[in-house]
Nanobody
């Protein structure tokens, strides 16, 4: 079955860290760029970060640059998002996403560029 499965969400205090993961199955992992989106209550889904399939280049939205780090393990077909110095405004459901081919980094935050979504994992930043 072609799917993405997220894990690792939870509750963390402001300033804390959390790592969420995305496990891919049912397709050739190396062929696709993978991204992370998030959606807070009452807000639109927004692109957070992505990692390309060609050379592992990474991209981040401005508000998480320097705090979040995306990485991938090709052998394990997983993508991780390490989130540090978390803020209450990072609270959201985080979704793993596979982009359509060919991938264009200029569209990494565009939900219409995604053809496969995970089920999401809740991240809550609160004291």
């Amino acid at each position: 079955e072609v799917q993405l499965v997220e894990s690792g969400g939870g509750l963390v205090q402001p300033g804390g860290s959390l790592r969420i993961s995305c496990a891919a199955s049912g397709f050739t992992f190396d062929d696709y760029a993978i991204g992370w989106f998030r959606q807070a209550p009452g807000k639109e889904r927004e692109g957070v970060s992505c990692i390309s399939s060609t050379d592992g280049s990474t991209y981040y939205r401005d508000s998480v640059e320097g705090r979040f780090t995306v990485s991938r393990n090709i052998a394990e077909k997983t993508v991780h998002l390490q989130m540090d110095i978390l803020k209450p405004e990072d609270t959201a459901v985080y979704y793993c996403a596979r982009y359509r081919l060919p991938f264009s980094v200029s569209r990494y935050a565009d939900t219409t560029a995604v053809e496969l979504w995970g089920q999401g994992t809740q991240v809550t930043v609160s004291s």
